[in-house]
Every structure is written in structure tokens, then in C-alpha cells.
């Protein structure tokens, strides 16, 4: 049975390119560097069909698991989990605050933002690090 995960399709990124300042050049030095040029937007809708299609599970199945796993790692995250999915990768949380002279000066009221981070896992980087790149220019493959 066919298996995203399993899957060897070779895929490309397409790039375009823009010329930008060099960070911490102190003459205003400027060099052109690429950036992914993204297509659509892929939705909930269309992983749902796309699972469902490669799966024994249907459109339902699958919408039911996916809102469940959006509902469930920000339910982790809060108790101070590390949730870890699988071949997708690791969601943790992180703070900023602000630092105080003495610990017993520091409360929550220091903290100012808390973030969610993802740590892709090998097999995604792995997955992403094989593809091939094609420049993109007005609509055209270059």
C-alpha cells in the first residue's frame, strides 16, 4: 500500500532572486540572494483529501484525527510538554523576559512572550534537503 512517508518523489523548489543589503555591511554593500518563490496555499480541505486517497481512512476519518491533533498539541504545550509527531518533527514552547538582578525579584510578570517553536525531524529535512531548485521569473520556469 502506498505510504506518503514512504514516498521517493524527487521534488522542486522553485526560487526567485532580489537584491538586498549584506547584514553588517557598513557600506551599504548589497548582493542579490534567492527566496522560495511559493505556490498555493494547500488546505486543511486538501490534506484531508490527500490523506483520505492514500489511506484506508475517509474524508471524515481524517478530518476528525487532524482536528483532534490540533486541538491536542497546544493542550500538551500548556502543561509543559514537548510533543513530539512523529516523521513531521517537534513542537516545544520558548519565553522571553526580562532580567531582574536578583532571582527573588523575577515573577511571571517578567515573562513577556511566549512562543511555540518546531524542530523539523531528520526524515523531513532529509526529505527537503533532495529536492531540486528551477528560478522562477514571471510566471516562468527559468
Known amino acids: ?30 548582493k542579490w540572494f534567492a527566496h522560495v518563490k511559493n505556490g498555493e496555499k494547500v488546505t486543511n480541505r486538501n490534506l484531508i483529501f490527500d490523506i483520505a486517497k492514500a489511506t484506508s481512512l475517509t474524508s471524515t476519518d481524517v478530518m476528525g484525527v487532524l482536528e483532534s491533533l490540533f486541538t491536542d498539541i497546544p493542550d500538551h504545550l500548556l502543561r509543559g510538554r ?24 523575577f515573577s511571571a510578570y517578567n515573562i513577556k512572550k511566549v512562543s511555540i517553536r518546531f524542530r523539523p525531524s531528520k526524515y523531513l529535512k532529509n ?13 516562468n520556469h527559468k
Open 82 to 105: 514537548t510533543v513530539v509527531a512523529g516523521d513531521l518533527g517537534t513542537f516545544y514552547l520558548t519565553v522571553r523576559s526580562e532580567g531582574t538582578e536578583n532571582e527573588e525579584d
Open 1 to 30: 500500500m502506498f505510504h506518503p512517508l514512504n514516498a521517493k518523489i524527487m521534488m522542486t523548489i522553485n526560487y526567485d532572486i532580489a537584491k538586498r543589503p549584506v547584514l553588517g555591511s557598513e557600506n551599504g554593500e548589497e
Open 127 to 139: 526529505r527537503i534537503a533532495g529536492a531540486n531548485f528551477i528560478k522562477y521569473e514571471n510566471g
